[in-house]
């Protein structure tokens, strides 16, 4: 699978683990508490999967270290304005991602193919 389908469908699955997490109202029980960890999860998943179609270059190594600091700026994002006791803080984000990746599932690659002509066609 493509980096990029990856990245959309694990933000799908994310997306919607944290918005159910909130509608069951958030809290320390082990069910709302287990989507959120696996919301999470995905979501950094998605994000880390994201930074790798993001370098444009051959050496592994440069793509593993800006999938995992793509992933730490999505964390450190989500992260960074949580409010105590607050359940739609975490489905608002997982509305955000939900959207995101199913536009990014939606979406082809390539767009449309025309006819080549000029003095180079073939």
């Known amino acids: 699978m493509p980096p990029a389908k990856l990245a959309a ?3 799908l ?3 919607a683990l944290w918005i159910l997490y909130a509608l069951l109202g ?3 029980d082990p069910v709302p508490s287990a989507l959120h960890l696996l919301g999470l999860g995905c979501l950094l998943v998605a994000a ?3 930074g790798t179609t993001l370098v444009r270059s051959d ?3 440069m793509r593993i270290f800006v ?3 793509s992933a730490l700026l999505a964390l450190s994002l989500v992260e ?6 607050n359940a739609w803080y975490d489905g608002c984000w997982g509305i955000a991602a939900v959207l995101l990746g199913g536009y990014g599932l939606r979406r082809t690659r390539g767009g449309s193919r025309r ?4 003095a180079h066609a073939r």
């Not at 960074?80 to 006791?85: E, H, L, M, S, Y």
């Not at 006819?115 to 000029?118: E, L, M, P, S």
């Open 80 to 85: 960074a304005f949580r409010q105590p006791d």
């Open 67 to 69: 999938g995992f600091a």
């Open 59 to 61: 050496a592994l190594a």
């Open 9 to 11: 469908a694990a933000a």
């Open 48 to 50: 880390g999967a994201f």
């Open 115 to 118: 006819t080549a002509t000029g």
């Open 13 to 15: 699955l994310g997306g």
């Open 26 to 28: 958030g809290g320390d």
